[in-house]
């Protein structure tokens, strides 16, 4: 801790806060995970479980390792997830049945029928950016290329 006599030197624009991309990236996950919220209450789900739904929207009877490698997510934090989800009726979790060591996911009717529901959703995540469709794809398509550029790098 330097003393009251030492002078202070401001961090270099390198260090800046605002300058930071890892800072704007998780500041706007908050206040994107924020604006999901009550809007995922009506319709019963966190947003992890959202993110399991729509993977299944997309394909459904996905196996948790495909699950997994499509959200970046390990067993460890889909089984829970899964199982909440599966006490809520939205999916059932079946054994392969060419590999037992393997678990399918499938939606339910109640699980198919939730996603009227969630169609709602991105109209008002498209009204609350004030962005037009094509920022926000812009956008998508260069945090994917991001991400995938990171990823790379492990």
């Known amino acids: 801790m330097p003393s009251p006599s030492?002078?202070?030197?401001?961090?270099?624009?390198?260090?800046?806060?605002?300058?930071?991309?890892?800072?704007?990236l998780y500041s706007a996950s908050l206040a994107m995970t924020k604006l999901y919220k009550p809007l995922l209450d009506q319709i019963?789900?966190?947003?992890?479980?959202?993110?399991v739904m729509l993977v299944l929207w997309e394909q459904d009877g996905v196996t948790v390792s495909?699950?997994?490698?499509?959200?970046?997510l390990d067993s460890g934090t889909l089984t829970p997830l899964l199982k909440r989800l599966e006490a809520q009726g939205h999916i059932a979790r079946l054994r392969d049945v060419q590999d037992e060591r393997r678990v399918r996911i499938t939606l339910t009717s109640q699980g198919r029928a939730l996603r009227d529901q969630a169609e709602a959703i991105p109209p008002c995540v498209l009204q609350s950016s004030q962005c037009s469709i094509a920022e926000l794809t812009a956008l998508t398509t260069e945090l994917k290329q991001l991400r995938d550029r990171l990823s790379e790098q492990r």
């Not at 260090?15 to 800072?23: A, E, K, P, S």
């Not at 019963?44 to 993110?51: A, D, E, F, N, V």
């Open 6 to 24: 030492t002078p202070f030197t401001p961090s270099p624009a390198i260090l800046r806060l605002d300058n930071q991309v890892c800072f704007a």
């Open 44 to 51: 019963g789900l966190t947003y992890p479980q959202y993110l």
């Open 66 to 72: 495909e699950l997994g490698e499509r959200l970046f």
